[in-house]
């Protein structure tokens, strides 16, 4: 028996439904008190969906083609270079302070689930590449390779909120990015604050993907048994 092909549609569904309900919040806010205040969000959240739509384009390819090609080496890069920006999105609770538009614990449930949309799409877009990776590497290196992701995008959260690069910064001026990088690499003592910020996000993605990754595998083992 043929194993069932992953379908998008499947995976879409649910996440498109707890994303509108951070952009419902977001809708009721406005039109509550007449205010385009925490706009980002909506704009965060759609960066967030780019990293899922690119696995999902990664894993087509890899059905018919090699990872190691031109395609799928592109996809990948496209992948990396954008599955921070889903992780981004909980550094927006610090834009959480009383506005005296609205309630203050509003704006927290508000935020927080743009926050949980941004950790839901990154985790699942990971976790999509991470079975790919487990089809190819050994476990352990496969691990490593998570965690190394991870780390990364730790860093490039600093850079984002610290250093207010982007993305499309990469394209458009990476000479700029290059330099504020190897500055820090030679002079750590002198940013504490991109180690402090690095190793936060780091040690706290890494162990929630854990958890996700292991209550999956859990949850799987129970429904086959």
Not at 9 to 33: D, E, M, T, W
Not at 170 to 195: C, E, H, Q
Not at 206 to 225: C, E, F, G, M
Request: with cysteine; proline share 4%.
């Amino acid at each position: 028996m043929t194993k069932p092909r992953m379908s998008i549609k499947r995976i879409v569904g649910p996440l498109l439904v707890s994303s509108l309900l951070g952009v419902l919040l977001y809708v009721c806010r406005v039109l509550a008190v007449r205010s385009f205040n925490y706009w980002y969000l909506v704009w965060n959240l759609v960066l967030a969906w780019v990293p899922l739509l690119l696995s999902y384009a990664l894993i087509k390819w890899l059905r018919m083609g090699r990872w190691l090609s031109v395609k799928g080496l592109a996809l990948t890069a496209l992948w990396l270079g954008f599955l921070p920006n889903s992780f981004y999105v909980v550094s927006d609770l610090i834009h959480l302070s009383p506005t005296h538009e609205i309630g203050l614990l509003f704006d927290a449930v508000m935020i927080m689930v743009f926050a949980w949309n941004g950790l839901l799409l990154g985790f699942i877009s990971l976790y999509l590449v991470h079975l790919q990776l487990r089809k190819r590497l050994q476990p352990r290196l496969t691990v490593m390779l998570v965690g190394f992701i991870l780390v990364l995008s730790s860093f490039a959260v600093y850079l984002g909120r610290s250093l207010t690069w982007n993305t499309w910064d990469i394209i458009v001026n990476p000479g700029g990015i290059l330099l504020d990088v190897s500055d820090r690499i030679i002079k750590p003592t002198a940013y504490p604050s991109t180690f402090t910020t690095t190793v936060l996000f780091s040690v706290t993605l890494i162990a929630l993907y854990y958890t996700v990754y292991k209550l999956v595998a859990v949850i799987r083992d129970v429904s086959r048994s």
